[in-house]
């Protein structure tokens, strides 16, 4: 047992010269994501055992009150003597963990719901489509709060249920567009010749060539959770006794740690959401050069009178499913697709 | 027309989903939310029971089809019931109230950071890789920073420190709201920062959008072509590249108008601004369903409506849309 896994655990030489050279073509924006994202993680899990205090204790003490950053307390003391820092780190721990969660539930319903509908096609796929397109019309805020102004406010679990039950339409319409396009390429022709079952095909031959649309689908659906959940917390819509970052920003600003003067109190948390954002944002824009190369380096690119040409690409951008489409649909398939935007500019017999 | 007409019936849809959701989602959660409006408020009259009875199903007030129905009829003739946290006022007239404030800002500092960013935009789309793209990192701060908390700290910078601008409410006290220009300078002075932290919280996602599509539009050959023809560079970008990247654009626009309003709602909130925004917030925190349900179904209409609008505007700007339509 103890042998096999250290064959396993050893790697090989091409793997190790690998691994950098994978890590330096990385556009530089995926990197600077990465590697910011990779503290607040770092932060997150490493949070209990560095917390120097207790975040819900209340120094009993009057003097502990909304102290200004110390030694004892590196970012201060809230208006009832908690530690800033404790309280932040638990709110780095607890709304990262949220954002996951929701994260990979809702990218798993996207998926499903995207493959399902291009693979099957005509009357499936125009009523999935027609789902997806009511949910991303109803506006998510107001949805959200009558939601969890109906559930009962006990931890964290009503806001990821409201979140994971909303958050997937966006991404199911990305891959759902993806998947037409690949469909009718060669190579799942090829699978579907030599027999393979259709699961197998969505598993091993659709699903691997979207990882990268995927991974941006996720990492734009953690970034709406942390600002979804920071947001509703900060109404005051969820357990206020759980440290999030929404919930500090909530009981610094009823607080008025503001108006007080006690920064230390109010600008850590906010700090730590935008830059968390940040992260996402610039990692998915990274992810976004690697699969369209017209959008990587601008040093890559030639200049025509002193204005850079983007490399051409013959790849076909995302959502541009018009050729992939085949051009006659069942009676109510095309019924059904006559009510969605797109079907204006699909039409077979106008030329683009 | 046809296809606007059957955008109509997907709307129409849309909005029967919204409706039906707002008649389940009382009737299906946990807890009692009618038991809560109960105990809060014990002195309610009778017609007001009757209303929350259709609005919510309290007590034994028929069948599910029937309470369906009454519901139905009920919104229908905007009679979402009585508010019960303002008591005798019904929830249309304190809607009604609301209305204008929510409408006039927030659709005025969208409109304006549509624009701003769409333009900035395509100039970064234009000069890629130049000054005003490399700015673009920053400018994804700025939209990463919450919404809530960057408005607050502007408050304090600009309105208690500073003085510049006033810190809350949508008019000085004892103004009386009317046609005159003493109320509405002061409305409009009073709107002057909340639409600020709107346009510059969202102008970088219109931004980075149609510089994306700008970057694909511009290697097009047909760009080229007509720089090598010579054209004058303005005519080369608006009338050549922008025009075609502006599609993607505008209907990006449709869909982000629920994200765009549910920011607005948090600047109410923050700004103490009369509208939809602070009356969901008072709603919310003092468990008046009503009026909740009220202003999620008035928001779900206005967003349609507004994508509706988008529909038309796309269909007379895209040529491939027009002749669509011809050929019909």
Request: charged share 10%.
């Amino acid at each position: 047992m103890s042998s096999t896994l250290t064959i396993a655990a050893q790697p090989t030489p091409a793997a190790i010269e690998k691994l950098p050279g994978r890590w330096r073509r990385l556009p530089v924006r995926a990197k600077a994501g990465a590697i910011l994202l990779g503290v607040f993680v770092l932060a997150a899990i490493i949070g209990p055992v560095v917390e120097p205090y207790d975040p819900s204790y209340q120094n009993p003490s009057q003097a502990l009150s909304m102290n200004p950053p110390s030694a004892a307390h590196l970012l201060g003391t809230t208006q009832s003597g908690q530690d800033v820092l404790s309280q932040l780190l638990t709110g780095i721990r607890l709304t990262l963990e949220l954002a996951v969660i929701v994260g990979v539930v809702a990218t798993a319903l996207a998926v499903i719901v995207g493959v399902t509908a291009a693979f099957l096609g005509g009357v499936w796929d125009e009523l999935l489509s027609l789902v997806s397109n009511v949910f991303l019309v109803i506006p998510a805020l107001p949805l959200l709060v009558i939601l969890l102004g109906y559930l009962p406010r006990n931890g964290q679990t009503p806001v990821i249920i409201v979140l994971s039950v909303l958050g997937w339409p966006w991404g199911a319409r990305v891959i759902r567009a993806q998947t037409l396009a690949i469909r009718n390429r060669d190579f799942i022709a090829a699978a579907r010749e030599t027999g393979e079952h259709t699961w197998r095909i969505l598993a091993f031959e659709i699903v691997p060539n979207e990882v990268s649309l995927i991974a941006a689908s996720f990492v734009n659906t953690v970034l709406y959770a942390i600002g979804a959940s920071v947001l509703l917390s900060f109404i005051g819509l969820t357990d206020l006794n759980s440290w999030s970052l929404g919930t500090m920003l909530y009981w610094a600003q009823s607080q008025q740690a503001l108006q007080l003067g006690a920064w230390w109190w109010f600008v850590p948390p906010g700090l730590a959401v935008a830059l968390m954002g940040t992260a996402l944002v610039l990692l998915n824009t990274g992810i976004d050069e690697l699969g369209n190369p017209r959008l990587r380096d601008a040093t890559r690119t030639s200049r025509v009178a002193g204005r850079r040409i983007p490399p051409t690409d013959p790849t076909p951008v995302i959502g541009d499913h018009s050729q992939a489409r085949e051009p006659r649909r069942a009676y109510v398939a095309a019924f059904l697709h006559s009510f969605s935007r797109s079907s204006l500019l699909d039409r077979g017999d106008v030329q683009r | 027309m046809a296809f606007l007409l059957r955008r109509l019936a997907f709307y129409v849809v849309a909005a029967w989903v919204a409706l039906t959701a707002n008649f389940f989602i009382p009737r299906a959660m946990p807890g009692n939310a009618v038991q809560a409006i109960l105990d809060k408020f014990p002195a309610l009259q009778p017609s007001a029971y009757k209303a929350l009875e259709a609005m919510l199903g309290v007590g034994h007030p028929g069948s599910l089809l029937h309470q369906y129905w009454a519901y139905l009829v009920n919104v229908g003739h905007f009679n979402f019931g009585t508010d019960v946290s303002q008591y005798p006022s019904s929830v249309s007239t304190v809607l009604g109230e609301a209305i204008p404030w929510t409408l006039t800002l927030v659709g005025t500092a969208t409109v304006i950071a549509f624009l701003l960013g769409t333009l900035l935009g395509i100039l970064a789309g234009w000069r890629y890789g130049g000054w005003l793209d490399g700015m673009l990192p920053g400018l994804m701060f700025l939209q990463a920073i919450p919404y809530f908390f960057l408005a607050l700290i502007l408050i304090e910078l600009l309105g208690v420190k500073a003085h510049v601008f006033p810190v809350a409410q949508g008019y000085s006290g004892g103004l009386i709201p009317g046609w005159h220009w003493a109320f509405i300078g002061s409305a409009v002075y009073h709107s002057l920062l909340p639409a600020l932290t709107i346009v510059l919280t969202s102008v970088a996602g219109w931004m980075l959008q149609m510089r994306n599509v700008m970057i694909t539009t511009v290697g097009e050959d047909y760009v080229i072509a007509a720089q090598a023809k010579g054209l004058h560079n303005r005519r080369v970008i608006f009338t050549y590249a922008a025009r075609n990247a502006l599609l993607p654009q505008l209907q990006g626009f449709g869909l982000a108008l629920g994200f765009v309003v549910s920011g607005a709602l948090v600047m109410e909130i923050v700004f103490s601004y009369p509208g939809i925004g602070l009356l969901l917030l008072s709603a919310v925190t003092s468990d008046d369903y009503p009026m909740m349900q009220a202003i999620f179904l008035l928001i779900t209409f206005a967003v349609l409506l507004a994508n509706l609008i988008v529909d038309v505007i796309i269909v007379v700007a895209d040529p491939r849309a027009r002749a669509a339509e011809a050929t019909r």
